[in-house]
T-cell receptor
Framework: EAGVTQFPSHSVIEKGQTVTLRCDPI?????LYWYRRVMGKEIKFLLH????????ESGMPNNRFLAERTGGTYSTLKVQPAELEDSGVYFC?????????????FGPGTRLTVT | GQQLNQSPQSMFIQEGEDVSMNCTSS?????WLWYKQDPGEGPVLLIA?????ELTSNGRLTAQFGITRKDSFLNISASIPSDVGIYFC????????????FGTGTRLQVML
């Protein structure tokens, strides 16, 4: 079974540019999460999809971040316009929609560098 | 918001030694998860704990869910070089719509 995949693995952009990150969850997993780790800090929650619906977006930093999951399969996270403080590693995770199965499985992450 | 204090921040140990790390929280969790992250990879789930007092093992790893539900411990016995990496605890409270709260991580380095 394929794990969570993310694209690209690295992205270097200039301040003010736009970047779109993609996540493909484990097949059949209804729950999809985005997290971010800024250098030296803990991994922080950004948002949670259940299928195509946003269940919780309380961790989104501001309105420069837009996440979508059209069709309930893969998800994209767009940052527009990017700022220096957006640099970090963006992780996607997924979990099945089963009661009592809270484990989340993470992708390898996208390392974003804004210069 | 909820915060997890993870300690130690880093450890430099001899191969064959046992390792202990822990996480404490200012609030309770229903589930504790322990992850390991290798360089360039995402966190990989090691152990999941579902109720207070639970003690669970996965090979050389043993983790416990604290009785107060505000802490958890991870022990690694007889460490080997491939144990090198960053270990994260994560707490989940079902009232927060399944979002994980992570600790700051423990960086483990093993000397041969």
């Amino acid at each position: 079974e394929a794990g969570v995949t993310q694209f690209p693995s690295h992205s270097v952009i200039e301040k003010g540019q736009t970047v779109t990150l993609r996540c493909d969850p484990i097949s059949g997993h209804d729950n999809l999460y985005w997290y971010r780790r800024v250098m030296g800090k803990e991994i922080k929650f950004l948002l949670h999809f259940v299928k195509e619906s946003k269940q919780d977006e309380s961790g989104m930093p501001n309105n420069r971040f837009l996440a979508e999951r059209t069709g309930g399969t893969y998800s994209t996270l767009k940052v527009q316009p990017a700022e220096l403080e957006d640099s970090g590693v963006y992780f996607c995770a997924s979990s099945p929609r089963l009661a009592g199965a809270p484990e989340q499985y993470f992708g390898p992450g996208t390392r974003l560098t804004v210069t | 918001g909820q915060q997890l204090n993870q300690s130690p921040q880093s450890m430099f140990i001899q191969e064959g030694e046992d390792v202990s790390m822990n996480c404490t929280s200012s609030s309770i969790f229903n589930t504790w998860l322990w992850y390991k992250q290798d360089p360039g990879e995402g966190p990989v789930l090691l152990i999941a704990l579902y109720k207070a007092g639970e003690l669970t093992s996965n090979g050389r790893l043993t983790a416990q869910f604290g009785i107060t539900r505000k802490d958890s411990f991870l022990n690694i016995s007889a460490s080997i070089p491939s144990d090198v990496g960053i270990y994260f605890c994560a707490g989940l409270y079902t009232g927060t719509a399944s979002k994980l709260t992570f600790g700051t991580g423990t960086r483990l380095q093993v000397m041969l």
